[in-house]
């Protein structure tokens, strides 16, 4: 049997298995650094597919599954992600990414004797807010890998996409509390929010373009009657590139440092959630995914998405190797993430087909790589000289 086959029918004679997977984290949704008991189950499973598992892996709800076939040859990591959303679940589709990972592992694994190297099913966890690759890759955990790959579920079939680096602030504003017949006694600190709020969504029409300010008033009083001593917000600065997203947050906090004190108030200012780099695309490994979905009969393929718009810890690790995240269509296109419908899908024939698919594809394209050379030598070429370049800006 070819290695092709090999991983093939890896894949198609665990699928119940892996379904199971699916259906387990998307019964027991948990939502980032709280995914306890999805990463055990994701490392039990890997225990018993032979891989040497470390639990909290650099971070609590972090793993690491190796296997070493003892021979030269690429290191390559499969990356699952499995935490949910607050009150949808798994709306983003993490369960079927935690599964693809686990799957394309799986499969490479029965031909990494052969051509040589190391496999990693890497869990990265709190993808939606606390950035679980983040974290791992200032740890160095994407040093030595040569490769990072994993499959998006979607409503469209596509070879990735950029994603808009984020700086998340959150703005204090600490007043004076006073009767609210007697508001000379205080300051009020909701003044100074709203105030900040109108004056931080004027940035907007002046922001370069594929560039998105979004904010909520989270605190702003407790009592009609009471003038606030305490407001705050929270806001999301994304843009194309991590220097100029936090270029236009120390705007913000400059802006509204100012509007404090024309209010008599006081503003502090934190990072309240992991900041995320942009993505750094490499178009040699999306030619070399595109080569596999085209043998395995996936047709519409998208090509990367050059408009960024939303943001994903998995730019921190395209800065640290070459890494490709494809996708999978299991809706219809007007269905996005974030909802139900995406939520439900993930345990759809649907579903299981993308599980399939996606497994197949990422176990192919690392065969692929680890046996052709001169393309893993190109695909990490184009890294280095990207980064070069994105260095000199």
């Known amino acids: ?137 200032e740890a160095g955990g994407f040093d030595e890998v040569d490769v990072a790959m994993m499959i998006h579920p979607s409503n469209q079939n596509s070879l990735g996409s950029r994603s808009n680096a984020l700086y998340p602030l959150k703005f204090e504003f600490f007043g004076k509390n006073a009767h609210g017949c007697h508001p000379a006694e205080g300051a009020s600190a909701l003044d100074a929010a709203v105030q900040s709020y109108v004056q931080i969504n004027m940035m907007r029409q002046f922001a370069k373009p594929h560039t998105y300010i979004h904010g909520i008033i989270r605190d702003g009083g407790v009592a009609a009657n009471i003038v606030p001593g305490y407001a705050s917000m929270e806001y999301y600065f994304r843009a194309p590139n991590f220097a100029y997203a936090k270029q236009l947050a120390e705007t913000a906090r400059e802006k509204a440092s100012l509007i404090a004190q024309a209010n008599d108030c006081r503003m502090e200012s934190s990072v309240y959630e992991c900041p995320y780099e942009d993505t750094v695309i490499n178009y040699r490994l999306a030619d070399a995914l595109k080569e596999q979905f085209e043998v395995l009969g996936i047709e519409n393929i998208h090509p990367v998405d050059e408009v960024a718009t939303g943001s994903t810890d998995i730019g921190a690790a395209s800065y640290k190797c070459p890494t490709v995240q494809g ?39 690392a065969l692929d790589l680890a046996t052709n050379p001169e393309k893993l030598a190109a695909i990490q070429e184009e890294h280095e000289e990207t980064l070069t370049q994105l260095a000199a800006k």
Do not use: W
């Open 327 to 365: 996708y999978l269509k299991i809706v219809p296109d007007d269905v996005v993430a974030h909802t139900i419908e995406m939520r439900d899908a993930t345990i759809s024939q649907e579903g299981q087909d993308a599980l399939l698919n996606g497994a197949k594809a990422l176990a192919l394209t």
């Open 1 to 137: 049997m070819t290695a092709q086959n090999m991983i093939k029918q890896s894949v198609e004679s665990n699928v119940a298995t892996y379904m199971e997977i699916v259906q387990a984290l998307y019964d027991n949704p948990e939502i980032g650094n709280e995914e306890f008991e999805s990463m055990a189950l994701l490392v039990k499973y890997l225990d018993d597919f032979g891989f040497k598992t470390t639990s909290g892996y650099v971070v609590p709800t972090g793993f690491l599954a190796e296997y070493d076939s003892g021979k030269p040859g690429p290191t390559i990591a499969f990356m699952s992600e499995y935490d949910a959303l607050p009150e949808i679940g798994h709306g983003c589709g993490h369960n079927l990414i935690a599964a693809i990972g686990v799957a394309s592992g799986v499969a490479y694994k029965e031909v990494v004797d052969q051509v040589g190297g190391k496999v990693l099913v890497m869990g990265t966890p709190a993808e939606e807010n606390f950035g679980g690759k983040v974290s791992i890759a």
